[in-house]
């Protein structure tokens, strides 16, 4: 499965590191990535690609977990969700 991951907050070190070594540890793999900061405004958003019978629930709770730790908003959904979304 894929999924699209965003994450959004105050600049600051290691929010790059921080998210991309929790989903080492989750074993996602990331297919695409971007950023921007603006105003020192801190945004990126991934696509990842996910084990087959990885838990979704539970991939989601670490990584937004890790953006409480961080001080970021993480948000993840699954890919085919986010795009029917916007095809509306």
């Not at 894929?2 to 070190?13: E, M, S, W």
């Not at 945004?43 to 084990?51: F, N, P, R």
């Amino acid at each position: 499965m894929r999924a699209v991951v965003t994450v959004v907050g105050a600049d600051k070190v290691g929010i790059v590191a921080g998210i991309t070594a929790t989903l080492a540890e989750l074993n996602a793999n990331i297919l695409e990535i971007s950023q921007t900061l603006m105003s020192g405004a801190f945004t990126m958003m991934m696509v990842v690609s996910l084990e087959a019978d990885q838990n979704f629930l539970a991939f989601q709770n670490t990584l937004g977990q890790k953006g409480e730790t961080l001080g970021v908003t993480v948000h993840i959904q699954n890919e085919a969700i986010f795009n029917a979304m916007h095809e509306l």
